[in-house]
T-cell receptor, first 112, second 110 residues
Framework: KNEVEQSPQNLTAQEGEFITINCSYS?????LHWLQQHPGGGIVSLFM???GKKKHGRLIATINIQEKHSSLHITASHPRDSAVYIC??????????????FGKGTKLSVKP | NAGVTQTPKFRVLKTGQSMTLLCAQD?????MYWYRQDPGMGLRLIHY???????AKGEVPDGYNVSRLKKQNFLLGLESAAPSQTSVYFC?????????FGSGTRLTVV
């Protein structure tokens, strides 16, 4: 059983649409990262959050610790948002000292 | 701001060859990590370090060795490359504000 589950796995949207990507996890965490990876590119951290909500430009991330769920929203989507979005949780204890456990990613394609 | 720099970006190795991947960070982070990314799987931890002179095994350490002789550098070595080690390798460093990733090294073992 995967400890971090993302949905959907693939998402195609039209430019301008509001997009939501979901992440559910089954372990106790200290925080959660939303990461972005463009095709053939590196990994960029969009947000790290441990409670509530964060906003950066057109991106909004929320987390509900009690329900073990986080969402990433993109408003007014644009083709340049096309990328893989990865949810990763930070495990607070254990030998790996705050290691990340990653979801498998959501591949987003925004059509013009 | 350089952040986390990985070298090389691409490499093709023959089975049995050895190589070292270099990760350098200029943010004075204590924690550094090596991950591999394979199609259909999430990133998996190979080795990590919690400070200069320390290393520890992650989820998939077999076939790899690491060293952290200087705080800013974390080296990943393949002593005898195998086709199963064909992957994209990412280095990351961490402080209390979160993780910073390098741009990746695409390694092909033929």
């Amino acid at each position: 059983k995967n400890e971090v589950e993302q949905s959907p796995q693939n998402l195609t949207a039209q430019e301008g649409e509001f997009i939501t990507i979901n992440c559910s996890y089954s372990v106790g965490i200290s925080a959660l990262h939303w990461l972005q990876q463009h095709p053939g590119g590196g990994i960029v951290s969009l947000f790290m959050l441990s409670s509530g909500k964060k906003k950066h430009g057109r991106l909004i991330a929320t987390i509900n610790i009690q329900e073990k769920h986080s969402s990433l929203h993109i408003t007014a989507s644009h083709p340049r948002d096309s990328a893989v979005y990865i949810c990763a949780v930070i495990i607070p204890y254990g030998g790996s000292q705050g290691n990340l456990i990653f979801g498998k990613g959501t591949k987003l394609s925004v059509k013009p | 701001n350089a952040g986390v720099t990985q070298t090389p970006k691409f490499r093709v190795l023959k089975t049995g060859q050895s190589m070292t991947l270099l990760c350098a960070q200029d943010m004075n982070h204590e924690y550094m990590y090596w991950y591999r990314q394979d199609p259909g799987m999430g990133l998996r931890l190979i080795h990590y370090s919690v400070g200069e002179g320390t290393t520890a095994k992650g989820e998939v350490p077999d076939g790899y060795n690491v060293s952290r002789l200087k705080k800013q550098n974390f080296l990943l070595g393949l002593e005898s490359a195998a086709p199963s080690q064909t992957s994209v390798y990412f280095c990351a460093s961490r402080n209390r504000d979160g993780y910073t990733f390098g741009s990746g090294t695409r390694l092909t073992v033929v």
